[in-house]
């Protein structure tokens, strides 16, 4: 029996990575009686029929896996919005932040189009930029032609899985190519008459590049909180998870409880009302959510 990591799913077949060499196979039918699909970033357990063709037989426990795009042990994601054309918008973010941390991901945020802003936008967006970098997360401005864009990033992809998603027609197959100039990854340019772009990547594939892997993925096509109770949402908003500890009341929702730290810090001005208006905003959401029932 031999070993590798799948780096590529494509037509029903999965492309294991098995020192310097890719193996093509197919999951065992065992898989599919217990509900189980082999991802791209599995370490998997294969063996070589008489075809020279493989067959999965053991996918190894997994760090994560995210289910939208199909994807598991991912250490990273590089978020990539736009500054402008579409315009930036701090709600989306946030619910992409608070999804990615769900998952157990560190969060990149990649900002484009910083050449389109004009001195009122930059403005404007300056105190989202900067509140972000305040609580942790990375942030990188880039522009059409950036030549610094490669080394900006190179040490936040060496030696981790990194997956490369966020709003549609933002520039994510531009900074690939980029990047990686021999992809040539095909790119759409944005719909004037929808404001957004068209998904132009057709499957998931983990790319080497700079020491790391780099997925390049349709993005994500669900942006709900269906696998989050309400009580999680917290810790999926970084700074009010710190603030949380000192809520009076353990399991505080920071909504009408007594002595809550993290509205008492929003009132202040030590947390964002943005990010907190969003908190109860994707919250109710999930209150609202008709109840699981198990099948």
Do not use: W
């Not at 067959?55 to 500054?83: G, W």
């Not at 990686?180 to 983990?206: F, N, Q, Y």
């Amino acid at each position: 029996m031999e070993n590798g990591q799948i780096r590529k799913a494509l037509s029903g077949f999965y492309y294991v990575y098995d020192n310097g060499r890719l193996v093509r196979g197919r999951g065992r039918g065992v898989f599919r009686n217990r509900g189980v699909t082999p991802l791209v970033g599995d370490f998997v357990d294969y063996e070589v029929n008489g075809d020279n063709d493989a067959v999965i037989v053991n996918i190894h426990e997994r760090k994560n896996e995210l289910v939208r795009p199909p994807i598991s042990n991912v250490d990273q994601a590089l978020l990539v919005f736009s500054m402008k054309e579409p315009d930036f918008s701090p709600r989306l973010l946030n619910r992409f932040l608070a999804i990615i941390e769900s998952y157990g991901v560190e969060p990149v945020i990649c900002l484009t189009k910083a050449d389109l802003l004009d001195g009122k936008d930059a403005e404007r967006l300056r105190p989202y930029v900067d509140y972000y970098r305040k609580i942790g997360y990375p942030v990188i401005e880039t522009h059409m032609g950036d030549e610094k864009v490669t080394e900006t990033l190179l040490p936040l992809l060496e030696g981790k899985t990194t997956v490369l998603t966020g709003q549609s027609g933002v520039g994510k197959s531009t900074l690939l190519n980029s990047l990686m100039p021999d992809l040539d990854l095909k790119t759409d340019e944005i719909s004037d008459a929808l404001g957004r772009g068209r998904h132009t990547t057709r499957h998931v594939e983990l790319i080497e590049y700079g020491g790391g892997l780099v997925a390049d993925t349709p993005g994500f096509s669900s942006l709900d909180f269906d696998h989050l109770e309400k009580e999680d949402l917290t810790h999926c908003f970084i700074e009010f998870a710190e603030l949380a500890e000192h809520c009076k009341f353990r399991g505080c929702l920071h909504l009408k409880e007594p002595k809550c730290a993290v509205k008492a810090a929003v009132e202040k001005g030590d947390a964002a009302r943005f990010r907190y208006d969003d908190y109860v905003l994707f919250l109710q959401e999930i209150i609202d959510r008709k109840p699981r029932y198990p099948s």
